[in-house]
């Protein structure tokens, strides 16, 4: 049985600096060994601070890179609203609404969250690889 990751905005920029352990995630979704997902709300994140740091233009290059991958990016819906809505309540000092929608997404399609922070995992909702930021 293929298991189902959803990767955080935080992995696709260690992905795109070459970093082997958030390759692993992104490859297991070329090579058909598991589902891989975003949410539109963490692939914005990842545009923005992107594009903080390297332009607008390298960014929407990235976006498309990650559109022709065959990560699948799921859109907001009502279902996933009211749940992130639920969770950005009980952990508002916490986490982000990105957060919560990403782990909104995770509790509703039962899959492990792969992330960098460390808050995501912290808060113990849903199953987490972590991977840390400072690792060379």
Known sequence: MKKK???????????????????KYVYRAY???DKVFMCEINVAE???NYAKVFGWDSAKAKHKLLRNSPIEI??????LTLEAA???L??????????CYLIAMAKILKAIIVTTDGSIKNVGEASTILLTINKL
């Open 46 to 48: 990842f545009l923005y």
């Open 5 to 23: 990751y959803i990767l955080d905005a935080g992995i696709l920029a260690l992905f795109f600096a070459g970093r082997e352990d958030a390759k």
């Open 90 to 99: 009980k952990y508002y000092n916490i986490l982000s609404l990105a957060d």
């Open 86 to 88: 639920k969770l950005k």
């Open 74 to 79: 799921i859109g907001v819906d009502e279902n």
């Open 31 to 33: 090579s058909n060994k």
